[in-house]
């Protein structure tokens, strides 16, 4: 299996042969980031997959991606960012609950509490929906950060800006997500006093 | 009673959206989506990577242009500097260039393009075709190249500024408001025509397997030499051919030429004595008995003849060729058979488009001089104006 240099270096000279390669390297990061961001596969799932591949590639070429984090780390860098895009477009267009509606609910297991995992879901649909209208640097922070799990100092490298400008945009971010879910941010040892 | 499930606290929600269970799909359609997605990727690499190589081309065409231009330019300057250079650098310059002209440099021979400016560097020969014309102008003088002349233009030097006049016939004006000094001496085989603040005529003709010297002065004075001893002072409109002085003896009290010579000296002058009242009106060599029989009416008539020839070539100068030819024709009913009017005349004529009375004048300058220094440009104004005679 050829390495992420190795990959990426291919995809630098044109080669097109490694894209299966790439595909099954990066496609279970791609699809997951997606589906945290829209809380499911939407219609147009595989539409935004491609989409964000071909921003890899984009970036990959370009010589944006600095190699200073793994590939995967890049590629949901890259999957969240379209994937909110992709949100916040359709926030504009007032279109989300049309497309809703249309959605097939995720089925409900059996043996759990049907109301609180209903109400559990349209919290988190909450979530989203506000993660979709804040200022999408600090969105993408916090999503990076607090939903996928990356570290402060990977989140500044992903989005090419500072330690201390990821840090800055990810306690604006948490503050604002707060406030709009009218709760008061708690004090976190990454925030600065 | 526990603590109400709902709503949750934010970090909550944020860490159970993190840990959302994704569900597996179905395997047809990964597989299709893989397909899907693999043949855009593939796609996008090859547009990436040819968007990358026209980008790339692109960047080294604007380089190549913007070094092209560059270098154009640099040369260009280098080109315009090195002009200058060579303009500073040059004694005088060859320019008004007609017809076929060839100068001969450091053995270096070049035919000059019609109006070009060629900047003499050494020793130069200037050879005009008989068609063509030429300028050689430097900071003292402009010498005018008549048609058939061959020059040489030795390096100037603070003293004087030397031509060589081998054959052919120049006209030579100097700058007498010029600051320089030195004097401007136009060399003949048999002759050394030296001048400081003048518009003189100098030809060179072979006759009878002999070369002679014409010297024709239109304004201020000029001294005429031979082997080195002053022969004659010509005032304005005299005229003087080496003709008139073969064999001549030269008196031995003969004296050097002043720096700053003034025309009004030369009819009164005591070495050489021009004689008006002759029809080409020569200069007498000095110590000859007709020096001697000048008096003070020569001197009047002179002075008189002198000064109407003045006026018309003042009036030729300011472009009055109407008035030149009055004032020509009016000087040659009181002094006919003076050359140098009858050519300015015939000149003026054919200037003024009045191709019949030109030739005319030139066929009756023609019977009057055959030889005479301009008898080949009266020659062909004389045929040129034939077929349109005979209509």
Not at chain 2, 231 to 238: F, K, M, N, R, Y
Request: with cysteine; net charge positive; hydrophobic share 40%.
């Amino acid at each position: 299996m050829p390495s992420d240099e190795e990959l990426i270096d291919a995809v630098q000279r044109g080669d097109h042969q490694v894209a299966s390669v790439i595909y099954e390297r990066l496609v279970g990061v791609v699809d997951h980031t997606l589906y945290r961001v829209f809380g499911r596969r939407e219609v147009d799932h595989d539409d935004l997959v491609q989409a964000a591949f071909e921003q890899i590639v984009v970036t990959l070429s370009r010589r944006s991606y600095a190699r200073a984090c793994s590939l995967r780390t890049w590629a949901s860098s890259i999957a969240s960012h379209v994937g909110f895009n992709a949100l916040r477009s359709r926030r504009r267009e007032r279109r989300i609950l049309d497309r809703e509606a249309g959605i097939e609910a995720e089925p409900v297991r059996a043996g759990i509490d049907v109301e609180g995992e209903a109400s559990a879901r349209a919290e988190l649909e909450r979530l989203r929906f506000q993660l979709s209208e804040m200022k999408s640097t600090h969105a993408e922070a916090v999503f990076l950060h607090d939903v996928l799990g990356h570290e402060l100092a990977e989140i500044a490298l992903m989005t090419q800006v500072s330690v201390s400008a990821a840090q800055s945009r990810l306690v604006r971010g948490r503050r604002e997500l707060f406030r709009r879910l009218d709760h008061v941010a708690p004090r976190r040892k990454s925030e600065p006093s | 009673m526990s603590t109400p499930r709902f709503p949750s606290q934010p970090d909550d929600m944020l860490r159970r959206l993190g840990s959302q269970v994704v569900p597996v799909e179905d395997p047809e359609r990964v597989e299709q989506r893989r397909e899907q997605v693999v043949a855009a990727l593939s796609r996008a690499i090859r547009a990436t990577a040819e968007r990358k190589r026209r980008t790339l081309r692109s960047r080294l065409i604007w380089g190549v242009g913007i070094a092209a231009s560059l270098a154009l330019g640099i040369g260009f300057a280098a080109r315009a500097e090195q002009q200058a250079r060579d303009a500073a650098s040059a004694f005088s310059t060859v320019a008004e260039v007609t017809g076929a002209v060839v100068v001969t440099e450091n053995g270096d021979s070049r035919v000059l393009p019609r109006g070009s400016d060629f900047p003499l560097h050494a020793q130069s020969d200037i050879e005009t075709a008989p068609e063509a014309e030429a300028e050689v102008r430097s900071e003292k003088s402009v010498v005018r190249l008549a048609p058939a002349t061959k020059l040489t233009a030795p390096r100037s030097t603070l003293a004087e500024e030397r031509y060589r006049l081998a054959v052919g016939k120049v006209e030579v004006s100097v700058d007498k408001d010029s600051k320089l000094t030195r004097r401007v001496v136009v060399e003949t085989p048999n002759a050394e025509v030296i001048v400081h603040g003048t518009v003189f005529t100098v030809g060179v003709a072979t006759r009878d397997q002999q070369t002679t010297t014409e010297v024709s002065v239109t304004r201020g004075s000029v001294w005429v030499f031979q082997r080195g001893v002053q022969v004659a002072l010509l005032g304005p409109a005299q005229h003087w051919s080496s003709d008139a002085v073969v064999g001549n003896t030269v008196p031995a009290l003969a004296p050097e030429p002043p720096l700053a010579p003034s025309p009004a000296l030369a009819p009164t002058s005591a070495a050489p004595v021009i004689d008006n009242a002759t029809p080409r009106r020569e200069a007498t060599p000095r110590g000859l008995p007709r020096a001697a029989a000048s008096d003070a009416k020569t001197t009047s008539t002179l002075a008189e003849q002198s000064r109407m020839f003045q006026d018309a070539i003042d009036a030729r100068n300011r472009g009055e060729d109407g008035r030149a030819v009055e004032l020509f024709t009016r000087l040659l009913s009181r002094y006919p058979g003076y050359e140098e009017a009858e050519v300015q005349l015939f000149r003026a004529q054919k200037r003024l488009g009045r191709t019949a009375a030109a030739a005319a004048e030139a066929r009756r300058y023609l019977a009057q001089h055959p030889q005479g220094f301009a008898h080949e440009e009266a020659r062909d104004l004389a045929l040129s104006s034939l077929p349109a005679q005979r209509r």
